[in-house]
T-cell receptor, first 109, second 113 residues
């Protein structure tokens, strides 16, 4: 059974305090791993797609990396506007997608 | 540049009532999806349509039906609502499944009493 586990469930940071969110996965045949940001009361917003181990993608203060078993979303010098829930999802070669439960990030000024 | 539009945004139903959630996208995407999001259970796929004219069951299809009316529109119908269907429903679309991220709508918050 395909599984996606995100940790921690919640993360509180001070503005400027860098950290990482983890997404570990067990799937049969990974086609792609996706990161989304979700603000309260809104739909998820696509951030990155990663396809193979060793791949990295960057956007502003966010950097996503991928290994064979997990992905990390690194947040460098976060700002309060980075506060949101970050979702990880995997899609298999069979076309099945599975979402993790998310990590809720709070950045205090 | 509307993206994915869902209606209604909020709805309260009585047990046994029926309703249709509407979804439309203006990005010429081929694939469309319906998810439900519940606390502690993440996003779960209800139904999807890989292309116009096709629909398939997802992880939690029981109690729902869908219609891919044309390339733009994908509706979700609850024939006889149950309290267990209280949730936030999201419609999403993508140009190429597996190669591009999904664009999500803003959601429909449904309460069944």
């Amino acid at each position: 059974e395909d599984q996606v586990t995100q940790s921690p469930e919640a993360l509180r940071l001070q503005e400027g305090e860098s950290s990482s969110l983890n997404c570990s996965y067990t799937v049969s045949g990974l086609r792609g791993l996706f990161w989304y940001r979700q603000d309260p009361g809104k739909g998820p917003e696509f951030l990155f797609t990663l396809y193979s181990a060793g791949e990295e993608k960057e956007k502003e203060r966010l950097k996503a990396t991928l290994t064979k078993k997990e992905s990390f979303l690194h947040i460098t010098a976060p700002k309060p506007e980075d506060s949101a829930t970050y979702l990880c999802a995997v899609e298999t070669n069979a076309g099945k997608s599975t979402f993790g439960d998310g990590t809720t990030l709070t950045v205090k000024p | 540049n509307a993206g994915v539009t869902q209606t209604p945004k909020f709805q309260v139903l009585k047990t046994g009532q029926s309703m249709t959630l509407q979804c439309a996208q203006d990005m010429n995407h081929n694939s469309m999806y319906w998810y439900r999001q519940d606390p502690g259970m993440g996003l779960r796929l209800i139904y999807y349509s890989a292309s116009e004219g096709t629909t398939d069951k997802g992880e939690v299809p029981n109690g729902y039906n869908v219609s891919r009316l044309n390339k733009r529109e994908f509706s979700l119908r609850l024939e006889s609502a149950a309290p267990s269907q209280t949730s936030v429903y999201f419609c999403a679309s993508t140009r190429d499944r597996g190669n591009y991220g999904y664009t999500f709508g803003s959601g429909t918050r449904l309460t069944v009493v």
